[in-house]
């Protein structure tokens, strides 16, 4: 089992940057696919990035690439998230996730579904 919990969340003005962490208990981590997914208020949670477990392969949603920045420090089982530029629509609860499957592809892994384990959740709000 992997049991995940995020933390950096809080309150930016735009243009501001965050980094969200991910700490991960259970030694399923450092063999896992972990994701993150936001959800906005009234809006359906959507996926943000995905990293296979040596960081090899990375995904990003299209409308978020280079202002995110996925990665993990195995030796520490924590999976960030570096956020730039954050715009107000960037508000939402941001959850990371963990595929204890090997990663299979960006289709899959930008799916809520392919995911086992999921955190609770850290509250990002972007004052305009």
């Known amino acids: 089992q992997v049991q995940l919990a995020e933390s950096g969340g809080g309150l930016v003005q735009a243009g501001g940057s965050l980094r969200l962490s991910c700490s991960a208990s259970?030694?399923?981590?450092?063999?896992?696919?972990m994701g993150w997914f936001r959800q906005s208020p009234g809006k359906e949670r959507e996926f943000v990035a995905a990293i296979s477990w040596r960081g090899a392969s990375i995904i990003y949603a299209d409308s978020l690439k280079g202002r995110f920045t996925i990665s993990r420090d195995n030796a520490k089982n924590t999976v960030y998230l570096q956020m730039n530029s954050l715009q107000p629509e960037d508000t939402a609860v941001y959850y990371c996730a963990a595929d204890t499957s090997p990663w299979g592809g960006g289709p899959k892994q930008a799916k809520q579904g392919a995911y086992d384990y999921w955190g609770q959740g850290t509250q990002v709000t972007v004052s305009s």
């Open positions: 259970g030694r399923a981590f450092s063999s896992s696919v």
